[in-house]
């Protein structure tokens, strides 16, 4: 998930974000005047201080919290007219289940006339995706599956010939181009979808293993242990997939890089010697000879949270859509800080990103003219735990993915004021960036690439799942080029949020929240959103993204 690695990640992030990208798309019609002035700080501002304020708790799933944020954003789409965006209703249940693991503090490696006890969250960490009581590995045979990819567009299959059925996998994180540091191998540094953990297990899952362990590496994985080690014994929530299971790993999960190193020597194999080679193609996981013996105790809650839909019926061609979205969910009521303030209000994450939708949709609104295509806004839950709101709502679509035209993502706007630049998630992907960069152009700013493309960021937010379903999908964040303060002064801003605001109480709106940056950052986001509304184009993945073969399959048919 985006949240987690991004204090982790700043230093190298700020440092590349200078170089403007050039754009190859066509020329676009400058929006109305009146319509881009109808996006304003004070109304933002009046959006994101509601949406951030006390009352609403948090705005934590299964919560009072969910309920007041429900409400309100009924209240103001209902102000600005829009229509409900699931039949009848503004609102798409979401079913899903609380999984609390309560693992065995230790672990046992046997084999080879030797035997390894591994501490538990020291060494490593597990948990469970499954809602049995309890679950045991005595004993399962442990595997070496390379990276645990399976990529047919890179010629790469580390499962090829090997038997991993009812046996636990160990996997590198990241993929083969980050270790090859070669831009021929996958994406170079660049991380592909398939480098993601989340992927990784998933994959294992489609394998048939009984478990899978990643091997931590602070630098291919984005942060450090001690992040993973925030999932020891914590709860997990999941979709609800009661009456349409799929098999899923009894355990997932990660050990340390010095944990692995024992493994192999356990299992007579030459770490450094594998690592040397692991990313060159031809180069086989093995069977370990070892097996692998813990337990995990689980209790499960089910519950329903859900997402808000409203949409702008479009004139024209109502049956296609542009989607923006952004997370109404944060971390509801906790710990008290220092102060004894305990509600985690979530002011730039999300509340920023709502808002803006909200904004958004009031400048289609006061266009002269109704938007050709149907323009939904969609604010989705459970963000915070995982991007589930949007993974249900990809999984359960209410605008069918063949005629969704794009989507467009709002998760953690700009609160320091005005810049030159924007970021750009995913430079690559798809033509989205393209329209973006010339809107920016137009406005006199530019397209600052991320700095630290091998930390995956374009897959850890809820744009990911669209991209997944093989819709377009973009994805900006806030550039640090200040129009008052330079580079200096936005890195100096960033650096001051990450260090003493991100998922803290203190993350709430204040007088020196600055509105005018996002405003200015929601102009470009609407421009693009109003080019696609009123035209018959269709963005397309570029050639390269892992999405494109999803989109091609259904959209050239």
Not at 120 to 131: A, E, H, P, S
Not at 162 to 189: E, M, R, S, T
């Amino acid at each position: 998930m985006l949240k987690r690695i991004k204090p982790l990640l700043l230093p190298a992030l700020m440092a590349g974000m200078f170089a403007a990208c050039q754009s190859s798309s066509p020329g676009t019609e400058e929006a109305g005047a009146e319509t881009v002035a109808a996006l304003t700080t004070e109304s933002y501002g009046k959006y994101v201080t509601a949406l951030a304020d006390d009352e609403l708790e948090g705005r934590k799933p299964f919560t009072p919290g969910e309920q007041k944020t429900l409400a309100y954003l009924e209240r103001e789409a209902k102000a600005l007219g829009l229509e409900p965006g699931n039949g009848n209703s503004y609102v798409q249940e979401v079913p899903m289940v609380e999984v609390k693991t309560t693992a065995s503090p230790t672990m046992t490696i046997k084999g080879k006339g030797q035997e390894l006890k591994l501490e538990g969250r020291t060494d490593y960490v597990i948990w469970t995706r499954r809602t049995d009581e309890k679950i045991d590995l005595d004993p399962s045979e442990l595997v070496f599956a390379g990276f645990g990819i399976v990529a047919p567009e890179y010629n790469w299959n580390d499962y090829a010939g090997l038997d991993v059925k009812d046996k636990v996998v160990l996997i590198l994180v990241n993929d083969p181009g980050f270790y090859a540091q070669d831009p021929k191998v996958f994406n170079g540094k660049s991380m592909t979808y398939y480098g993601r953990w989340t992927y990784k297990f998933e994959e294992a899952a489609r394998q048939g293993a009984k478990g899978a362990l990643i091997i931590h590496s602070t630098e291919p994985a984005g942060y450090g242990f001690e992040v993973v080690q925030n999932n020891w014994n914590t709860s997990k929530m999941y979709l609800d997939s009661r009456g349409k299971e799929t098999y899923k790993c009894a355990m997932e999960g990660w050990v340390t890089t010095p944990v692995a190193e024992k493994l192999f020597a356990a299992a007579g194999m030459d770490y450094e010697a594998i690592m040397s080679k692991v990313f060159k193609p031809g180069n086989k996981p093995m069977p370990m000879n070892l097996q692998v013996s813990t337990s995990m105790q689980v209790k499960t809650r089910y519950d329903k949270t859900s997402n808000f839909i409203a949409k702008i019926t479009g004139s024209q061609r109502p049956d296609e859509t542009i989607i923006y979205t952004g997370h109404w969910d944060h971390l509801g009521i906790g710990k008290a800080d220092a102060s004894g303030d305990s509600i985690y209000n979530g002011a730039v994450d999300n509340a920023s990103g709502v808002a803006g939708l909200l904004e958004i949709a009031k400048a289609f609104k006061n266009q002269p003219t109704q938007p050709e295509r149907t323009i939904v806004f969609l604010a989705v839950t459970a963000e915070e735990q995982g991007l589930w709101g949007s993974a249900y709502y990809a999984e359960n679509p209410v605008f069918p993915k063949e005629k969704t035209v794009a989507n467009i993502n709002m998760d953690m706007l700009n609160s320091y004021g005005q810049t030159k630049d924007i970021v750009l998630y995913g430079k690559g992907q798809s033509e989205l960036e393209d329209y973006i960069t010339k809107e920016a152009e137009a406005a006199g700013r530019y397209i600052a690439p991320e700095a630290n493309p091998e930390a995956g960021l374009y897959y850890r937010s809820d744009h990911f799942n669209f991209a997944k379903i093989g819709v377009p999908a973009l994805f900006i964040g806030p550039g640090i080029d200040m129009v008052e303060g330079g580079k200096e002064g936005g890195i100096q801003k960033l650096d001051a949020y990450y260090a003493n605001t991100y998922h803290k109480p203190s993350d709430q709106v204040h007088p020196d929240f600055k509105m005018d940056g996002a405003v200015e950052d929601l102009k470009l986001l609407y421009k693009v959103g109003a080019r696609l509304a009123n035209s018959s184009e269709w963005p397309v993945w570029k050639a390269g993204s892992e999405f494109k073969a999803v989109r091609d399959k259904y959209r050239n048919n």
